[in-house]
């Protein structure tokens, strides 16, 4: 049985965590030894139990440096991603980093909010840390995205909530797919570009593409169900994106110029 007293020191511990987040402390002990100070620049001067600090060194939360003898407190991700998961009360929300874009929706423009961490593809495009390449180029990160648009559109997920369609008995009242003749010209459409891009990609590479890209699923997975090396997902994937790539945005074949050519000069005129 949790005490009050312990949830009053979990209370604590995750509000001067969330301050270690915003601002970076300064750790000072005091004369006795029994507890710490942390000085937070430009905010205040925060009294914290020893034990607290403990706490936070054994789960990786803050990391401690020493410079010129002084102790600078500084939260990990692994401390974000605890902060998050106990503010918001929601295990998921540790693993969401929204974003804010502009998207024209006819002569409007709206603001939408987006996960970036929603797909695979977008911690392998995007480089962290200083010095550091992307593992994916733009034009195979955005082949991937309008592939995953194309499957949204032609409706080829799993159906995951209960089906209000009058027309599911057709298809045996099991939520299975809903005939052919009621998808809009958009998802037929959809449809036939996902066939021409999986065609194009292959059938060796077209799997892992469509799991990563439509399915979300993992590199982790995707080795293990497959049976492939680590890291080799990786690899097949970036393969498979490039292909797509081309498919998507071809090279441009020069033809020859229809124009006659001649070796006179600019004033040369033929005799009639």
């Not at 998507?248 to 074949?253: D, K, R």
């Amino acid at each position: 049985m949790i005490t009050n007293k312990q949830c009053l020191d979990h209370r604590r511990s995750l509000r001067l965590l969330m301050m270690v987040a915003k601002h970076q402390a300064i750790l000072e002990p005091s004369a006795d030894g029994a507890y710490c100070f942390l000085h937070f620049e430009g905010v205040r001067r925060v009294k914290c139990d020893k034990i607290i600090l403990t706490n936070w060194i054994a789960n990786e939360l803050v990391s401690v440096a020493i410079t010129a003898d002084v102790q600078k407190i500084s939260i990990t991700e692994l401390g974000r991603k605890h902060v998050i998961r106990n503010d918001e009360n929601d295990y998921a929300a540790q693993h969401r980093v929204f974003e804010t874009d502009h998207i024209t929706v006819g002569d409007c423009i709206q603001s939408v909010r987006r996960n970036i961490k929603e797909s695979p593809l977008s911690g392998l495009y995007r480089a962290y840390g200083a010095g550091k390449k992307a593992w994916l180029s733009s034009a195979e990160f955005d082949a991937g995205e309008r592939l995953r648009v194309d499957f949204e559109y032609a409706q080829l997920g799993p159906k995951i909530t209960a089906s209000w369609d009058p027309t599911a008995h057709l298809n045996g009242g099991k939520g299975g797919r809903r005939p052919s003749q009621t998808f809009s010209d958009r998802a037929i459409g959809a449809r036939t570009r996902m066939q021409r891009a999986i065609d194009a990609v292959g059938p060796e590479l077209s799997g892992v593409l469509v799991d990563v890209c439509c399915f979300l699923k993992g590199m982790e997975d995707i080795e293990r169900e497959r049976q492939w090396p680590r890291r080799s997902a990786k690899l097949m994937l970036k393969t498979a994106l490039s292909m797509l790539a081309r498919h998507y945005n071809p090279p441009q074949v020069r033809t020859r110029s229809s124009k006659p050519r001649h070796w006179g000069q600019e004033d040369y005129r033929p005799e009639m």
